[in-house]
Every structure is written in structure tokens, then in C-alpha cells.
């Protein structure tokens, strides 16, 4: 089995990337209040997996030619895609839950939606009353994003505006807003993108009889040992590649027209490995300036101890001027310190230069997807 592993960092220089809604905390009733996880230390922004997923797919559509997306229904306070990975690229690459809401109103309502017709219909059985239920599928998602949380604890402001463009007394609002270098990581399991399985088990099963049936009829591998079904290797492969395409793209955040941040990662670290564990997980902490600061001792280590599992070059993506001084150390540690048994093994980019490399290594080693 192999899986694309890495992290990234998102340089945030006076930003509010995810919100939490009405500040509680404030005195004053338009007040918006940033995430961040509280603790001794002081407040850690984040940015949840849900948001940067948002933000992917997004630009996926927006960018990446040929980006099938799924269709999404809301059912009164819930919501979920079609749920169908053998159409829907996402659906596949970054998972569902679709498990409509139960009872004969909203059964009703929903069945005779000319929107819920659309979708791929569920399979349904018997309910204890006579009627049909529509059976819940699921599917745990092979791209795993972990949140993004400040390297270090930060000050969150509060910005005080006002709206002034009437009559009258103006309307005061705030908004919090940080500056602060978000980490998180992420990691993708090829083996799992573009194969299907129909356990009955939550999370394995991404099938049922109808989304069988369309498997059968479309001649997908049936793997019946696992029982999954499997699309074609070079549908797989235009697949994975993409998702890096739109890595190589990224746009999103919240308040963009009052921080406008770029969301595009400043320094990323990844390779494709034979195991599920994030070796880079530890190689970038702040200093005791809060500053970010990439561990070359620790990234010599995990090269070390993981030689035999890493089976792609090392690709650092890098923007020249975001930590200049870091970087001329890390250059350094390559060519005559702790890096230099692995020169040929780290290959240093451009963020987006990184991503598209790493979506043309998929294309050309098909057997990473087995």
C-alpha cells in the first residue's frame, strides 16, 4: 500500500481564515469571533479540515479541467452529496455520508423534490411500519486533512469598523483577526482512491445494491476477496493527479476582502510512502521566538529510519522569500550537514512547482495505486 504524506504551512500575516460565529465573549452584539484553541499558553488559530476540504474543492472546480463534482441536496438541516464515487470524483477522492432523514414527512417531501430525484437513487428496505427506508452509505475518505493549528500561541485582535455609507449614526461591528504560521498535514491512500467497497460496515460501505449494479454495468474490477469493485487504473490515476493540480491552485479563506490572505502554502514537505503514518509529522516547530523552524536533525532522522519505505523523491516546496534565513540553513544542511547523506533524495520547488511534480510522479508510477 502506498500513500502521498506530507505537511504544509499557511502563512497568515494578519488573517481570520475560519470563524466561529458571534463572539460570545464580547460585550457588543456585532462581534465575529476567529477559531482557536485556548490553553494556558495562549490561543492556537486553527483552520478545521471541513474549511481547507471546502477550499479544495472549490478551487478543484473552479481550476482542474475535467473535475467531476458531486451535486449536493439539503434535506431540512442536513446536508450530503450524491454519493456516488464511480461518477462523482470527489465523492470518491474526499468521502461522504449520505443518510436522509428518517420519517414520513420528510420521506415524503423529500421523494417528490425534483432535485432529490436527480441523485442516484439508495437502496431501500422494508421499515417496521410497512413503508421504505432508504439505506445509509458512507465512505471514509482517502485524502485526510488534519486541521491547521498556529505553530504557536498568538494575541488575537479585534478589529473595530464601522458601516458609515448612510445617513444617520454609523453601525459599529469587530471582527477578530491573528497573525500566526498554520501547520497541518495530510496524506492520501491510493490503494483506497477509486475503489469501492460494499461491506456492511460504516465507513466500507461506499456501495449498495444500486451502486453495484451501476459498477456491474460499467465493468468495474470486482474484487471479490475485498468486496470492492475497482475503476480503471488510468481513471485512477487522472484522478489522484488532479487532486494535486488543485493543491497547485489553492484559493479560499474567510474575511478575504478585509485580510486577503494567500492561502497557498508556503512551505510543504511530502513524499509517497509505503505506510499511512505522517513521517514528516514533527520536522517543522516554532523557535523560541515562535518563529517556524524546520528540524533538519528530525527530518535527517525520519529519512533514515524510513529509507526503505519512501518511494518517491523528498519534494520540498518552498517560496523564496517567505524565511529566507531558514532556508539558506536548510540549503546548507544538504550540501554539508545533517541532510547531506539524502542530497539526492530532496528535490527543493516552488509550492505549486512540488504539487504538479508530485501529480506527474502518480501518472507515471501506476503501480503505487496497487
Do not use: C
Request: without cysteine; aromatic residues 10%; hydrophobic residues 40%.
Amino acid at each position: 500500500m502506498a500513500f502521498v504524506t506530507g505537511l504544509l504551512l499557511i502563512d497568515a500575516p494578519a488573517s481570520a481564515l475560519n470563524n466561529a460565529g458571534k463572539d460570545e465573549e464580547s460585550r457588543y452584539e456585532n462581534a465575529t469571533a476567529v477559531k482557536a484553541i485556548r490553553t494556558r499558553e495562549g490561543a492556537y488559530p486553527y483552520v478545521s479540515s471541513q474549511a481547507f476540504k471546502y477550499w479544495l474543492r472549490a478551487t478543484l472546480q473552479k481550476y482542474v479541467k475535467n473535475w467531476n463534482s458531486s451535486p449536493v441536496y439539503r434535506d431540512d438541516n442536513i446536508a450530503y452529496t450524491d454519493a456516488n464515487p464511480i461518477e462523482w470524483w470527489d465523492d470518491d477522492l474526499l468521502g461522504y455520508m449520505r443518510a436522509p432523514k428518517d420519517g414520513a414527512s420528510a420521506k415524503e417531501q423529500r421523494l417528490e423534490d425534483p432535485e432529490y430525484k436527480k441523485l442516484t437513487p439508495l437502496e431501500k428496505k422494508k421499515g417496521k411500519n410497512g413503508g421504505e427506508k432508504e439505506l445509509t452509505i458512507t465512505r471514509i475518505a482517502p485524502f485526510r486533512v488534519g486541521t491547521l493549528v498556529s505553530l504557536a500561541p498568538v494575541s488575537i485582535t479585534s478589529n473595530w469598523e464601522s458601516m458609515n455609507r448612510l445617513e444617520g449614526d454609523p453601525i459599529p461591528f469587530s471582527s477578530q483577526f491573528y497573525r500566526a504560521t498554520l501547520k497541518g498535514s495530510f496524506s492520501l491512500d491510493l490503494k483506497a482512491s477509486g475503489t469501492f467497497s460494499y461491506q456492511n460496515k460504516t465507513g466500507f460501505r461506499n456501495l449498495d445494491a444500486v451502486r453495484v449494479k451501476i459498477a456491474k454495468e460499467q465493468n468495474l474490477t470486482h474484487l471479490e476477496s475485498e468486496k470492492s469493485y475497482r475503476l480503471p487504473l488510468t481513471e485512477r490515476m487522472a484522478r489522484v493527479s488532479a487532486l494535486f493540480e488543485g493543491l497547485a491552485q489553492l484559493e479560499g479563506g474567510a474575511k478575504q476582502t478585509l485580510h486577503y490572505t494567500d492561502v497557498m502554502p508556503a512551505l510543504t514537505i511530502m513524499a509517497v510512502t509505503k505506510g499511512g503514518n505522517n513521517i514528516f509529522a514533527h520536522v517543522v516547530g516554532p523557535t523560541e521566538r515562535s518563529l517556524p523552524k524546520v528540524k533538519v536533525d528530525a527530518l535527517a532522522q525520519a529519512l533514515d529510519v524510513f529509507k526503505n519505505d519512501i518511494l518517491s523523491p523528498v519534494y520540498v516546496g518552498w517560496v523564496k522569500g517567505y524565511l529566507d534565513g531558514e532556508r539558506a540553513s536548510f540549503e546548507q544542511a544538504l550540501s554539508e550537514g545533517a541532510l547531506k547523506d539524502f542530497k539526492d533524495k530532496i528535490v527543493i520547488l516552488h509550492p505549486r512547482e512540488a504539487f504538479q511534480e508530485m501529480a506527474k510522479q502518480l501518472r507515471d508510477n501506476p503501480a503505487w495505486l496497487d
